[in-house]
């Protein structure tokens, strides 16, 4: 398709896997309480691996924009460092890029740093209110429910999305999640539905197009085949929330 017919164009970047992925993997399959994840979640790292991934990006949102996307886009990331070294390697150097705080990873505050046994065991009844607020409503004291993430993308999308130009964007797992409730108009159960046979995987490139009337579809969701073809180990880690965000 000839890109210049084509509507306005968001493409959604998760970050590649990082070192408090590992950490929560192990701690989620040895039983434990807590991730010993090491640094504040602003300051996470990407593994080896997640570097890897990252450096696959560049082909797969040149794929989507044209090869000259560094410079034909806006592009946007999450002032999480796990976000902005993804960024900067799949810009490889060339070009910079805006940091929104409304990009960051959804806040957990209490139940930070906490595997779901953990939350269980120490925190029974804020595990009984979560358990009854449902996913997307759940707050945890100090932190913020996925409702309140989306609040956060629609403030951006109102700041961002103008103009003709892309927005490549590299953020989190329940960021990328919110951006298709609010894009596609979704509820709760229409959202829950959609993400229940479907993962955000590290380094996946979730992509939305307008149409002239200005409507958002979705074009492909976590693709991650760019990862796979470059011969790269694909990550389908659900972060550090016990939520699976």
Excluded at 6 to 21: C, F, K, M
Excluded at 61 to 75: F, I, P, Q, T, Y
Excluded at 100 to 119: K, M, N, P, S
Excluded at 208 to 225: K, M, N, Q, T, Y
């Amino acid at each position: 398709m000839d890109r210049d017919s084509e509507g306005r164009r968001i493409l959604l970047v998760r970050h590649g896997e990082s070192t408090a992925n590992v950490a929560a993997a192990q701690a989620e399959r040895a039983g434990l309480e807590v991730i010993d994840v090491g640094a504040r979640d602003a300051d996470v790292e990407l593994s080896p691996l997640g570097a890897q991934q990252a450096a696959t990006v560049a082909d797969a949102v040149s794929e989507k924009l044209g090869a000259d996307w560094v410079n034909a886009s806006r592009v946007w990331s999450s002032p999480y460092r796990r976000a902005r070294e993804t960024c900067r390697i799949a810009l490889g150097g060339v070009g910079g890029f805006a940091v929104d705080e409304r990009l960051r990873d959804r806040e957990l505050g209490i139940i930070d740093a906490l595997t779901t046994r953990g939350v269980d065991v120490r925190l029974p009844q804020e595990a009984a209110r979560r358990r009854w607020l449902g996913k997307f409503y759940y707050r945890p004291p100090g932190g913020e429910s996925w409702a309140d993430v989306a609040l956060r993308v629609r403030s951006f999308l109102r700041d961002a999305a103008v103009g003709p130009e892309p927005l490549v964007v590299f953020t989190h797992d329940a960021v990328v999640s919110l951006f298709v409730y609010v894009l596609l108009g979704l509820d709760e159960e229409q959202l829950a539905r959609f993400l229940a046979e479907r993962v955000v995987s590290n380094a996946s490139v979730t992509s939305f197009v307008a149409d002239v009337s200005g409507r958002w579809s979705l074009e492909s969701f976590a693709d991650a085949s760019h990862i796979v073809e470059a011969g790269v180990p694909a990550t389908e880690h659900a972060g550090t929330d016990p939520d699976g965000a």
